[in-house]
């Protein structure tokens, strides 16, 4: 096995070790979305599975990182102001 694809491996294994350490609390859908979809890449493709691990690392970094902000989910009042301006009235 590469370096990547067990240095995947391990991340991954991190990751499913805090889902499960806070099984008590209701984890977020997004991070079960993530960890589901990296694990699936990973049998194939350690570099998409890297990718996954990377959107569900992201809450955390935003914290650390604010410009990461500029590539935060719009809220549905943000896309419903949004679709409003691009629907023109049509609806």
């Known amino acids: ?3 990547d694809r067990k240095k995947v491996f391990e991340r991954f294994g991190d990751r499913l070790a805090k889902l ?3 099984r008590h609390e209701k984890s977020a859908r997004w ?3 993530h960890l589901h979809n990296a ?3 990973l049998e194939t ?3 998409a599975a890297d990718l996954h691990l ?3 690392d ?3 970094l935003e914290k650390e990182y604010p410009e990461l902000e500029a590539d935060r989910v719009p809220t549905i009042e943000e896309l419903r102001s949004r679709f409003d301006v691009v629907a023109g ?3």
Do not use: K, V
């Open 20 to 22: 499960e350490a806070a």
């Open 45 to 47: 493709d350690h570099s």
């Open 39 to 41: 694990l699936t890449a």
């Open 58 to 60: 992201r809450h955390e």
């Open 31 to 33: 991070q079960i979305f």
């Open 54 to 56: 990377d959107e569900f």
């Open 1 to 3: 096995m590469s370096d």
């Open 89 to 91: 009235g049509a609806f």
